[in-house]
């Protein structure tokens, strides 16, 4: 797979790279959706996720996947290990300098965020939710998932949705949203209902559908290029205009073709008998916090804490592993920055191997909940998730020493990785369940030991050693 030029993942130069974006308080979100109809990732996915023209502006990736394979073997594999969309996605993303922060899976439903070092540990207070509409609400191969987060102070909610299919069906397509809106809680006092959030994002395939126009009318309207001749039937576009509940929420113009339905492997629109009609099923909206419940006055006179602009709304028709086609939207979060510094600094002291015992070094704010259940991780550069950790300690039972300021924690070189290596230490909250701070990369020495192995073994691969000069080595 070829993934273009990789960037550093040296944290500072992740920051200097968008100094301008964060001086200006601005952050850059890509949101992807696409129902991936069962199959497995396909072998290239730098077009949709922008690797080669985006990646040095992105801040996060969210995608939203629905009808993930969830037969019960794929399932019951997927519940003990990622799933392969998952890890798809973390070898990718984790060699241009992402971390998946979370994820929710619920059958088909999959949601992943992934955010560039030099932002997490100002994205705090990590949620998720979900709602099962299948089978009268029993069966997750229908409804909704949602993760929240604080973003720099601002709550920040994303909603991956898959509603009822089938034309006429738009009803209960618009109950089940309601329900959703209405039902899904999150636990804590802060932002507990998804409609309580600064922005809410929702995705996914919405399955709306065209209404009145014939098969033929619409795709001469596609070929033509006369998409805007179908944007008054599209029945999300109606019910905006009629439902309370869908106030505020906002969209791109839908100048790309219709997502669904193709025929596998090809750009044609269904030849099947059935001959269904295309639709923009796939959807990308979202909602500031109370745009619509003030009036131009209150909203001239107050000022939004969050503005989001949307610079790209487009599908993605190269790939057709799918009925339908892939959905991105590239967004600019304009905001100011109400969470300046992180609650925990960290850093190792002096030189590390797994020659002799290390010390880290970390402080916290004054405001910072620590936990007697908060731990050290120490990473390779280029980890995946906060699951990727090379060794982790507890941090209370392991302190040594205090300053005005700041706390010393040992580790044994037993726990170092003796061949050494690019690493990073992040200090996990329990309370907050996130990442709280993160240390910028540093070297760990190889230690003398596997040095002398590893001069040995090439000197022996070369011939230069007689069986002699082997057996004179302790550890042969």
């Known amino acids: 797979m070829d993934h273009g030029i990789l960037p550093s993942l040296n944290i500072e130069e992740q920051k200097s790279s968008t100094d301008l974006s964060i001086n200006n308080m601005m952050f850059r979100l890509k949101l992807v959706t696409w129902n991936v109809g069962v199959a497995a990732p396909p072998d290239d996915l730098s077009d949709l996720l922008g690797w080669k023209?985006?990646?040095?502006g992105v801040?996060?990736?969210?995608?939203?996947?629905?009808?993930?394979?969830?037969?019960?073997?794929?399932?019951?594999?997927?519940?003990?290990?990622?799933?392969?969309?998952?890890?798809?996605?973390?070898?990718?993303?984790s060699l241009l300098g992402y971390v998946k922060i979370s994820s929710l899976r619920m059958q088909g439903l999959l949601l992943l965020i992934f955010v560039k070092y030099c932002h997490i540990p100002f994205i705090r207070d990590i949620k998720s939710s979900y709602t099962r509409s299948g089978l009268y609400g029993y069966w997750g191969n229908k409804g909704g998932v949602a993760i929240r987060l604080s973003l720099y102070g601002h709550m920040i909610c994303f909603l991956n949705c898959h509603l009822p299919a089938h034309m006429e069906n738009a009803n209960q397509r618009l109950d089940t949203f309601e329900k959703i809106l209405e039902m899904q809680q999150f636990p804590g006092t802060k932002s507990p209902s998804i409609l309580d959030h600064d922005v809410l994002f929702w995705f996914g395939d919405l399955n709306f559908r065209i209404e009145?126009?014939?098969i033929h009318f619409i795709r001469e309207a596609i070929d033509g290029k006369r998409l805007h001749l179908l944007w008054d039937k599209d029945q999300l576009n109606i019910a905006k205009k009629k439902e309370k509940f869908l106030e505020g929420f906002e969209e791109g113009s839908l100048?790309?073709?219709?997502?669904?339905?193709?025929?596998?492997?090809?750009?044609?629109?269904?030849?099947?008998?059935?001959?269904?009609?295309?639709?923009?099923?796939?959807?990308?909206?979202?909602?500031?916090?109370?745009?619509?419940?003030?009036?131009?006055?209150?909203?001239?006179?107050?000022?939004?804490p969050i503005k989001v602009i949307l610079e790209n709304y487009s599908s993605h028709m190269t790939y057709s592993i799918s009925d339908h086609k892939p959905l991105s939207g590239t967004f600019t979060l304009e905001y100011k920055k109400l969470d300046c510094k992180p609650m925990v600094t960290i850093q190792p002291e002096?030189?590390?191997?797994?020659?002799?015992?290390?010390?880290?070094?970390?402080?916290?704010?004054?405001?910072?909940?620590?936990?007697?259940?908060?731990?050290?991780?120490?990473?390779?550069?280029?980890?995946?998730?906060?699951?990727?950790?090379?060794?982790?300690?507890?941090?209370?039972?392991?302190?040594?020493?205090?300053?005005?300021?700041?706390?010393?924690?040992?580790?044994?070189?037993?726990?170092?990785?003796?061949?050494?290596?690019?690493?990073?230490?992040?200090?996990?909250?329990?309370?907050?369940q996130s990442i709280a701070g993160i240390s910028?990369?540093?070297?760990?020495?190889?230690?003398?030991?596997?040095q002398r192995l590893q001069t040995t073994h090439e000197n022996f691969s070369t011939g230069n050693n007689t069986p002699n000069d082997i057996s004179s080595h302790e550890y042969f």
Request: hydrophobic share 35%.
């Open 53 to 56: 023209s985006e990646t040095q």
């Open 59 to 93: 801040d996060m990736y969210v995608i939203g996947l629905q009808e993930v394979n969830s037969k019960v073997l794929n399932f019951i594999s997927d519940m003990a290990f990622d799933d392969p969309w998952s890890n798809f996605l973390m070898d990718a993303l």
């Open 212 to 214: 009145s126009h014939g």
């Open 255 to 304: 100048n790309f073709k219709p997502t669904y339905k193709f025929d596998l492997n090809s750009d044609l629109y269904d030849t099947s008998g059935k001959k269904r009609k295309p639709a923009w099923t796939d959807r990308i909206l979202w909602r500031i916090k109370n745009v619509s419940h003030s009036s131009e006055k209150d909203t001239l006179a107050t000022e939004q």
């Open 350 to 432: 002096g030189v590390w191997s797994a020659d002799h015992d290390v010390i880290v070094r970390y402080s916290t704010a004054e405001e910072f909940p620590s936990s007697s259940w908060d731990w050290i991780g120490l990473y390779k550069v280029g980890f995946r998730n906060p699951n990727d950790y090379m060794m982790y300690l507890w941090v209370k039972d392991d302190e040594i020493g205090f300053g005005e300021d700041f706390t010393q924690v040992y580790i044994s070189a037993e726990e170092i990785p003796v061949q050494g290596g690019e690493f990073i230490l992040c200090y996990y909250s329990n309370k907050m």
């Open 440 to 450: 910028q990369p540093f070297q760990v020495q190889q230690s003398k030991t596997s």
